[in-house]
């Protein structure tokens, strides 16, 4: 078994406005297996929490005999510390944030703990539009689904 490094990005052209997600799953030395799709109302950070959810039940369908880790390479702060840290203050404060406000994209960071609680995920964050080459792949096809959702 193999760790299996993805890295996701998400965005909009307007926040709230038409906005696209995507992934890119390094399958090989040379191969890359990419997911995208778009959301014609949207936000910045629905489509960064979206890109991840969907990479992940790629992976989960595709891998049904486990896998020794998972490496999600996000360009979102918001997705990385919201997972890792703020997720569990949430949860014990009944989805409220430190402020007592209702949590932003409740139904979004439910899914996504469900699914990486199945999944062994490690977290990082890598600079966007830093030159690293799957960010940049993924940022292009964010690009193109917000075309087509303009559309």
């Known amino acids: 078994m193999n760790d299996i490094i993805i890295y ?6 307007g926040n709230p406005g038409p906005g696209g997600w995507a992934y890119v799953v390094a ?15 949207t936000t910045n950070n629905k ?5 991840v959810i969907e990479s992940l039940h790629y992976i989960k369908a595709t891998h049904p005999n486990g896998l020794r880790a998972v490496h999600i390479h996000t360009d ?3 997705v990385k510390n919201g ?20 949590v932003k994209n409740k139904e979004l960071w ?4 469900a699914i990486s609680d199945q999944l062994p995920v490690q ?14 792949l993924c940022d292009s096809l964010v690009q193109e689904q917000i075309a087509v959702a303009k559309n």
């Open 76 to 78: 979102s702060q918001y």
């Open 8 to 13: 996701t990005d998400g965005g909009c052209s």
């Open 123 to 136: 977290w990082h964050w890598v600079k966007g539009h830093a030159g690293v080459e799957l960010n940049e």
């Open 110 to 113: 439910i899914d996504l703990k």
């Open 83 to 102: 997972i890792t840290t703020w997720i569990h203050g949430w949860i014990r404060n009944g989805w409220k944030t430190a402020a007592k406000k209702p």
């Open 47 to 51: 489509m960064e929490l979206t890109a």
């Open 27 to 41: 399958a090989g030395e040379n191969e890359q297996i990419t997911g995208s799709g778009h959301d014609v109302q």
